[in-house]
């Protein structure tokens, strides 16, 4: 099974990156997928997660009216789209797969070996 995150790189704050996750050996329709992100120095702090049935989602207040989450079957993978990126939003974002329906990040079963966002001021 492998995850792979990209689309990362640098930004002015205010601007816009599209994340991506592919997966392979998995079908994503069968999973729920997570995003989470991890700033130095700090924990790895959930994002927003994606239920199984590609409909139901779930923004950390951070986020929420800023990030959109989406998935493309055809093409089995799961888009983050970032808009009006601040500077806090600099991290490391990783992409992972669970069976449940959860934030926690032990609870998922499949990660991605992440990609890196950072944006200035």
């Known amino acids: 099974v492998q995850l792979q995150a990209y689309g990362g790189g640098l930004v002015q704050a205010g601007g816009s990156l599209r994340l991506a996750c592919a997966a392979s050996?998995?079908?994503?329709?069968?999973?729920?997928m997570g995003w989470f992100r991890q700033a130095p120095g700090a924990e790895r702090e959930f994002v927003v997660r994606?239920?199984?049935?590609?409909?139901?989602?779930d923004y950390s207040d951070s986020v929420k009216d800023r990030f959109t989450i989406s998935r493309d079957n055809d093409k089995n993978t799961v888009y983050l789209q970032m808009n009006s990126l601040k500077p806090e939003d600099t991290a490391v974002y990783y992409c992972?797969?669970?069976?449940?329906?959860?934030?926690?990040?032990?609870?998922?079963?499949?990660w991605g070996k992440g990609t890196l966002v950072t944006v200035s001021s």
């Open positions: 050996s998995l079908k994503l329709t069968t999973y729920s």
């Open positions: 992972a797969v669970t069976g449940w329906w959860t934030r926690m990040p032990d609870q998922y079963d499949y």
């Open positions: 994606l239920n199984q049935n590609g409909v139901t989602t």
